[in-house]
């Protein structure tokens, strides 16, 4: 890495990216590398500092990454040779999400210096999980972002290019396809008898999916993030198909609304 300083932009969904984030930026403040780190969806893409090493980070959703995710990364402006990595987390099967969004980056004149994908529990849990399996995982996800970012810094990180990218993974259409298919077939409801109107779901939808009148409302703006079900203080939103659903959280509903 050429550069001290670090502009760190991130999405979290339910905390697993955020924690890889932080353990990151935890390493590059030991070697002296400044960072500043910004919520992707409330940062504008075309006014990044371009002075500035770029990291992104985000978790890997239905073998891609969330619309807004892309969105994101398709907004921002020419790089002039500005270096960027990127780390992602997942629980089973990225996509080749690396050489998708190497793609994206490079045709922006960005210098990619370093991609890492980094195994987290899954958040889409419809059997019951073993807590301890699940620290066991975060620890070892934990300790390869250390090593990743010490990469970064020592300039051995690396991100190829995939040889080999099918199209319709590449398409950013593909990707709002399979979340409309998603969202149709998750479709979210309140049980207005366990809801306590806290207002938590209205304030973590990353998307504004939810009013707040009465009772919180769902739009058609959902990327199954999973945030609203999954932080439910009393359980009252579940998915209207199936009520076998076990909520995974990495971290507390404060870290999220930062």
Known sequence: ????????????????????VREMIKVFRKLNIQVEAHNMLHSDPEGIPLHKTIGIAFPVACFTTYPSVRDF??????????????????????????????????KKNYIPIGAREIKMPNNFNFKPYREE????IVKKGLLQAKYFSHDIVYGISSWKPT??????????????????????????????????R???????????NIEMENYPEF???????????????????????REDFYPYTAVEYEDIIQ
């Open 163 to 196: 040889p080999f990218i099918p199209v319709f993974l590449s398409n950013s259409g593909f990707a709002r396809r399979v979340f409309t298919f998603m969202k149709r077939k998750y479709a979210l409801s309140i049980d207005n008898i366990k809801c306590i």
């Open 1 to 20: 890495m050429n550069r001290k300083k670090v502009a760190f932009y991130y999405f979290s969904g339910t905390g697993n990216t955020l924690l890889i």
């Open 73 to 106: 990364l398709t907004k921002l402006p020419d790089g002039r040779g500005t270096e960027i990595f990127m780390v992602d987390t997942y629980s089973s099967f990225s996509g080749l999400l690396t050489g998708q969004i190497r793609s994206i980056v490079t």
């Open 219 to 241: 739009l058609d703006r959902c990327q199954l993030c999973l945030r609203c079900i999954s932080f439910c203080p009393t359980e009252a939103i579940r998915f209207k198909e």
């Open 198 to 208: 806290c207002g938590k779901c209205y304030k973590l939808c990353p998307v504004d």
């Open 133 to 136: 399996k699940y620290a066991r």
